[in-house]
């Protein structure tokens, strides 16, 4: 299929108004230049709390946090790990996604603001994004009289945190997390895939993009490590049901299906849906593109039900 017409259209604004591919920037201009108008997607919900948090790291840094409270008695908790590429980027571009995730599945939607390449590289936002989750484990699921459930998700760069962090409390005998939700995660560091080398999927992420990324975040020596390629864990039994979203003009398409099927593969019950038409960026693209809101609309039912399904199996 190609795209549709909607997207088709939005990239013909965008390449009317000017401007050079991101990975022919420096990252500070490249933030800049990515960072969509507010206005555009205009305000999300209203919530019944919203909080800035700063935590202190290990290293001496600062993690920027932002809970998001739909109402008085939250179905759960989600941490969601926004995407960039590890590199541009913040939870501001990602609070009216972050609003309506939390006003559509009930829950208490913790936005990540860890800390970016190149000025802070791999391992650095995997051990923010890890401070993260044992944060909201300790202050919103298990701090409210009542244990909640813990959803880690995250788009792209995001996705491919989620997916970690996914991995990495099963190792550590961390925070019990009941379900991931990958929206075109990155899990892998090849270029030469079908979907990196298409033609039709070099649109607003392109291969010499992500190659750009990935030379700002980690070395070529570590990418095989599962901390940043979660496809390359040599064990994936165990981990909590996973529902993943590709898009068929993304050239992350093919690894992140790979990574359903390796999770089918390994026993981890998976739900994943192509969005056809779709370019790499779409879901959070609110009020904007109709298939973000197709995207939503898919992933909320999916975290709703299986909320419906953890409280009757408790």
Known sequence: ??????????????????????????????????????????????????????????????????????????????????????????????????????????????????????????PTAVEDAWQALNWAHDNLASNSGRTLPLIVAGDSAGGNLAAVMAQRARTRNGPNITLQVLIYPVTDADFDRPSYVDPQNQLMLSRDTMIWFWNHYADPARRREPDVSPLHADDLSGLPPAVVITAEHDPLRDEGQAYAAALEAAGVPVHHRLFTGQMHGFFTMVNLLPGSAAGIDFVATEITGHLRNDTAGR
């Not at 305000?43 to 019944?48: D, N, S, V, Y």
């Not at 290990?58 to 409270?69: A, K, N």
């Not at 571009?93 to 800390?115: I, M, S």
């Open 1 to 122: 299929m190609a795209l549709d017409e909607a997207t088709k259209s939005f990239l013909a604004q965008m390449s009317a108004a000017g401007g050079s591919p991101l990975h022919e920037l420096d990252p500070v201009t490249a933030r800049k230049a990515s960072a969509l108008p507010e206005d555009l997607m205009g305000p999300g919900p209203e919530m019944a709390r919203a909080e800035e948090k700063a935590l202190a790291t290990p290293d001496g840094g600062v993690l920027g946090i932002r809970v998001l409270v739909p109402g008085d008695s939250p179905a759960g908790v989600i941490v969601y790990y926004h995407g960039g590429g590890w590199v541009i980027g913040d939870i501001d571009q990602f609070d009216t996604l972050g609003r309506v995730l939390a006003d559509r599945t009930g829950c208490a939607v913790v936005l990540v603001n860890y800390r970016k390449a190149p000025e802070h590289p791999y």
